[in-house]
């Protein structure tokens, strides 16, 4: 799986602790809801916001469920 990254999702992963392993896992596994623009997958105690593009997962952002 090939995912590329915003800044802005770069920025909250780091800020949360997220590695690219746990974004793929949250893709493949977590419960996925369609958005305006894309998907929110939800996993464990964290989220990713993606939208697909050809065969590339760009990550939009990353949040801590609260």
């Keep these: 799986m090939q995912i590329?990254?915003?800044r802005h999702a770069k920025e909250q992963m780091m800020n949360r602790g997220i590695t690219?392993?746990?974004?793929?896992?949250?893709?493949q596994r977590g419960a996925?809801?369609?958005?305006?623009?894309?998907?929110?997958s939800h996993y464990t105690?964290?989220?990713?916001c993606w939208k697909k593009i050809g065969q590339v997962f760009k990550i939009k952002t990353v949040?801590?469920?609260g």
């Design 63 to 65: 949040k801590i469920k």
């Design 32 to 40: 996925t809801t369609k958005q305006t623009d894309g998907y929110e």
């Design 20 to 27: 690219n392993e746990q974004i793929k896992i949250a893709i």
């Design 4 to 6: 590329k990254l915003t």
């Design 45 to 48: 105690y964290y989220s990713v």
